[in-house]
Structure formats: C-alpha cells, structure tokens
C-alpha cells in the first residue's frame, strides 16, 4: 500500500512486530504515521517529538493506544502506521 506522499506502508511480509518493537530499536528509514477510525484524517508523527514526550523505550504497540485525533478528537480504534523510505 502507498502513503498519498509515495512512501511505501509497510506490507505484510515485512511487517514489524509492535509489541517488541519501540522507537529506539526501528530503523531511521520508518516513519510513522497515524489514521483515525472515525473521521479518517492521516497525519505523519515526528519520532523525535514523540520520544522527548513519551520516552524512546516504549513500545509500538502502546504508542498506537495512546493516539488522539486532532481533527475529532477520537481516541478508540486510531491506528499506528509504519512507512518506509527508499534506501539508496
């Protein structure tokens, strides 16, 4: 799947394991990426913004339960993308 910015989503037989998985152990070519449930707004996440607030060590997975849609402000069912930048 492809981001509207040509960045490739990650697909399944590359998919990274959130659980184990926290920003300081994903590679610098994954950007993140977050979608509401409701409303659909997709915004890009600034890794480094986002480990100064909420820590580098915690995991994927958590940081995809603490998303909060500026647009609607729903909280339940956003989702945390991963997208993948061209290596040269």
Not at 56 to 73: E, F, H, P, Q, V
């Amino acid at each position: 799947m492809k981001h509207r910015r040509s960045i490739d989503l990650v697909a399944s037989h590359e998919a990274v394991a959130a659980e184990r998985e926290t920003l300081a152990t994903l590679p610098q070519w994954y950007v993140l990426h977050a979608r509401c449930d409701a409303c659909h707004h997709e915004t890009r996440i600034d890794r480094r913004a986002l480990a100064y607030r909420c820590g580098k060590d915690l995991s994927l997975a958590m940081i995809g339960l603490r998303l909060t849609c500026r647009s609607c402000g729903n909280r339940r069912g956003n989702h945390l993308l991963l997208g993948k930048l061209p290596q040269d």
